[in-house]
């Protein structure tokens, strides 16, 4: 079953929609392996201008890592891995980003969110970075460069919900709208970005990348998250049979 849809527009902009409405687009293996072809094939892609992350549904971006796949110990790791590949594909990605931050945006959702150049949030945003109640360490890699030090800690460490309000004090967000706004309001966006010159704006996403140091982050935080999986408590819970 396809849990991800395409879309390219005229002025070089892709939408890539997760599609599991009825999960939240809860991320199983099937929808992992979907966005690394997608990601993969996108990244080569020289006449792309921008690209935009959202959703079929306005519920929810994505809630998370799909806890009801049933996997063993081995499929769970191998999963875990497919979690790092994509938010490796995120930060590496050479175009500029953008992800529509809508209803549910949980977990590995979050973690996409943040590791995008830029959000939209819709007025129904509730993100969270549940890290600390499920034992991952997963979230400063990302956080950190976006909302500071202190402000990592406090949301991390709680896992409590951010709301549109805060998430734009926090500077998280590019622009808001009304949920059902949301996802034309990011492709507007993508087309401001757009109309200016494609090379100048990957060398400038590199520029970013050094600053901010987010290619080290990212990968060290990636090997915590297999090594967790592969010695810790594992994910999901209910899930991994062990």
Do not use: W
Request: with cysteine.
């Amino acid at each position: 079953m396809v849990a991800l849809t395409r879309e390219r527009t005229d002025d070089g902009i892709e939408i890539l929609r997760l599609d599991r409405p009825e999960v939240r687009n809860a991320m199983g293996t099937a929808m992992l392996a979907e966005l690394d072809t997608a990601l993969t094939e996108l990244a080569l892609d020289e006449t792309l201008k921008a690209l935009v992350f959202s959703t079929t549904n306005e519920r929810a971006f994505c809630a998370g890592a799909d806890v009801s796949e049933q996997l063993d110990h081995e499929a769970g790791v191998a999963r875990m891995e497919a979690f790092a590949r994509l938010y490796t594909a995120v930060e590496a990605f050479p175009a500029p980003t953008i992800c529509v931050c809508v209803g549910n945006v949980v977990g590995a959702g979050a973690e996409v969110a943040a590791g995008c150049d830029l959000r939209v949030g819709g007025d129904n945003l509730k993100l969270l970075f549940p890290g600390a109640r499920l034992g991952v360490p997963v979230g400063p890699a990302r956080l950190v460069p976006l909302v500071g030090l202190s402000k990592a800690r406090e949301l991390i460490l709680t896992g409590r919900v951010v709301q549109i309000d805060e998430a734009e004090a926090l500077g998280l967000l590019a622009r808001r709208a009304p949920a059902a706004e949301a996802e034309a309001a990011a492709i507007a966006l993508a087309g401001e970005i757009a109309q200016h010159p494609a090379a100048g704006l990957r060398h400038l996403k590199d520029l970013f990348r050094e600053y901010e140091g987010t290619k080290y982050r990212v990968a060290r935080e990636n090997a915590e998250i297999v090594e967790f999986q592969r010695t810790g408590g594992g994910l999901p819970y209910g899930g991994v049979q062990r």
